[in-house]
Protein backbone atom coordinates (compact mmCIF):
# COMPACT_ATOMS: atom_id res chain seq x y z
CA UNK A 1 0.00 0.00 0.00
CA UNK A 2 1.25 3.33 -1.11
CA UNK A 3 -1.12 5.82 -0.07
CA UNK A 4 -1.96 7.46 2.57
CA UNK A 5 -5.12 7.40 4.92
CA UNK A 6 -6.37 10.71 3.35
CA UNK A 7 -5.60 9.72 -0.31
CA UNK A 8 -7.45 6.75 0.65
CA UNK A 9 -10.11 9.09 1.72
CA UNK A 10 -9.80 10.93 -1.11
CA UNK A 11 -10.40 7.39 -3.11
CA UNK A 12 -12.96 6.41 -1.41
CA UNK A 13 -15.02 10.17 -2.45
CA UNK A 14 -13.62 9.53 -5.79
CA UNK A 15 -15.86 6.09 -5.85
CA UNK A 16 -18.89 6.73 -3.98
CA UNK A 17 -20.42 10.21 -5.05
CA UNK A 18 -20.91 9.46 -9.04
CA UNK A 19 -22.78 6.39 -7.71
CA UNK A 20 -24.76 9.05 -5.53
CA UNK A 21 -25.56 11.23 -7.99
CA UNK A 22 -26.34 8.62 -10.69
CA UNK A 23 -28.43 6.91 -8.02
CA UNK A 24 -30.26 10.41 -6.91
CA UNK A 25 -31.20 11.34 -10.90
CA UNK A 26 -32.43 7.72 -10.84
CA UNK A 27 -34.83 8.53 -8.37
CA UNK A 28 -35.46 11.72 -9.60
CA UNK A 29 -36.74 10.25 -12.89
CA UNK A 30 -38.56 7.45 -11.27
CA UNK A 31 -40.34 10.85 -8.74
CA UNK A 32 -41.35 13.06 -11.58
CA UNK A 33 -42.52 9.73 -13.69
CA UNK A 34 -45.27 8.80 -10.57
CA UNK A 35 -48.69 9.15 -9.49
CA UNK A 36 -47.54 11.83 -6.30
CA UNK A 37 -49.88 14.80 -6.41
CA UNK A 38 -47.00 17.01 -4.96
CA UNK A 39 -43.87 15.98 -6.50
CA UNK A 40 -41.79 19.14 -6.14
CA UNK A 41 -40.99 18.66 -2.22
CA UNK A 42 -39.41 15.44 -2.74
CA UNK A 43 -37.61 16.41 -6.14
CA UNK A 44 -36.38 20.07 -4.66
CA UNK A 45 -34.72 18.32 -1.85
CA UNK A 46 -33.05 15.60 -4.24
CA UNK A 47 -31.79 18.80 -6.80
CA UNK A 48 -30.08 19.79 -3.89
CA UNK A 49 -29.14 17.02 -2.80
CA UNK A 50 -27.44 16.50 -6.28
CA UNK A 51 -25.81 20.01 -5.80
CA UNK A 52 -23.99 19.23 -2.75
CA UNK A 53 -22.90 16.72 -4.26
CA UNK A 54 -21.43 17.33 -7.66
CA UNK A 55 -19.87 20.44 -5.34
CA UNK A 56 -17.80 17.41 -3.41
CA UNK A 57 -16.62 15.47 -6.53
CA UNK A 58 -15.63 19.27 -7.79
CA UNK A 59 -13.15 19.02 -4.32
CA UNK A 60 -12.36 15.95 -4.70
CA UNK A 61 -11.28 15.97 -8.34
CA UNK A 62 -9.20 19.04 -7.81
CA UNK A 63 -7.75 17.49 -4.56
CA UNK A 64 -6.47 14.74 -6.69
CA UNK A 65 -5.37 17.01 -9.17
CA UNK A 66 -3.36 18.87 -6.79
CA UNK A 67 -1.85 15.18 -5.06
CA UNK A 68 -1.03 13.96 -8.49
CA UNK A 69 -3.71 10.69 -7.95
CA UNK A 70 -5.39 8.78 -10.19
CA UNK A 71 -7.79 5.95 -10.20
CA UNK A 72 -9.96 4.41 -12.56
CA UNK A 73 -12.33 1.51 -12.90
CA UNK A 74 -10.80 -1.90 -13.68
CA UNK A 75 -13.63 -3.90 -15.52
CA UNK A 76 -11.77 -7.17 -16.09
CA UNK A 77 -10.92 -7.16 -12.38
CA UNK A 78 -14.62 -7.11 -11.28
CA UNK A 79 -17.30 -9.88 -10.18
CA UNK A 80 -20.69 -10.08 -8.72
CA UNK A 81 -18.92 -9.55 -5.26
CA UNK A 82 -16.32 -7.45 -5.65
CA UNK A 83 -15.43 -3.95 -7.76
CA UNK A 84 -11.64 -3.34 -8.24
CA UNK A 85 -10.24 -0.12 -8.74
CA UNK A 86 -6.89 0.51 -10.02
CA UNK A 87 -4.78 3.58 -8.97
CA UNK A 88 -1.84 5.52 -9.54
CA UNK A 89 -0.33 7.68 -6.36
CA UNK A 90 3.15 9.60 -6.15
CA UNK A 91 4.12 7.12 -8.86
CA UNK A 92 2.85 3.91 -7.65
CA UNK A 93 0.47 1.84 -8.85
CA UNK A 94 -1.95 -0.06 -7.34
CA UNK A 95 -5.36 -1.15 -6.64
CA UNK A 96 -8.23 -1.34 -4.17
CA UNK A 97 -10.94 -3.71 -4.13
CA UNK A 98 -14.50 -3.05 -2.94
CA UNK A 99 -17.69 -5.73 -1.93
CA UNK A 100 -20.41 -4.73 -4.38
CA UNK A 101 -22.39 -5.06 -0.63
CA UNK A 102 -20.48 -2.85 1.17
CA UNK A 103 -20.80 0.05 -2.05
CA UNK A 104 -24.25 -0.61 -1.95
CA UNK A 105 -24.28 0.60 1.73
CA UNK A 106 -21.66 3.15 1.74
CA UNK A 107 -23.90 4.84 -1.57
CA UNK A 108 -27.22 4.94 1.08
CA UNK A 109 -25.20 6.25 3.97
CA UNK A 110 -23.99 9.18 1.69
CA UNK A 111 -27.14 10.01 -0.04
CA UNK A 112 -28.79 10.31 4.03
CA UNK A 113 -26.24 12.51 4.57
CA UNK A 114 -26.40 14.49 1.66
CA UNK A 115 -30.41 14.55 1.86
CA UNK A 116 -30.07 15.81 5.38
CA UNK A 117 -27.39 18.18 4.67
CA UNK A 118 -29.71 19.79 1.46
CA UNK A 119 -32.24 19.52 3.97
CA UNK A 120 -30.80 21.76 6.95
CA UNK A 121 -28.92 24.60 4.92
CA UNK A 122 -31.42 25.45 1.78
CA UNK A 123 -35.05 27.51 2.55
CA UNK A 124 -37.37 27.18 0.00
CA UNK A 125 -37.83 30.36 -1.61
CA UNK A 126 -41.29 29.39 -2.80
CA UNK A 127 -40.00 29.35 -6.47
CA UNK A 128 -40.77 26.12 -8.39
CA UNK A 129 -37.62 25.19 -10.90
CA UNK A 130 -38.59 23.18 -13.82
Known sequence: MNHTEEDAEIFDSFILIPYVIK?????MKIIEKSPFKLKHPYTYLIDEAI???????????????????????????????FTEFVYKCRGYEGSM????????????EIMLS?????????QY?????V
Open 23 to 27: NFERD
Open 114 to 122: YLSQAQSTK
Open 51 to 81: LLARADLREVKKEMHLKGLKMWHEPTASDDM
Open 97 to 108: RYMNANIKKRVG
Open 125 to 129: DGKLR
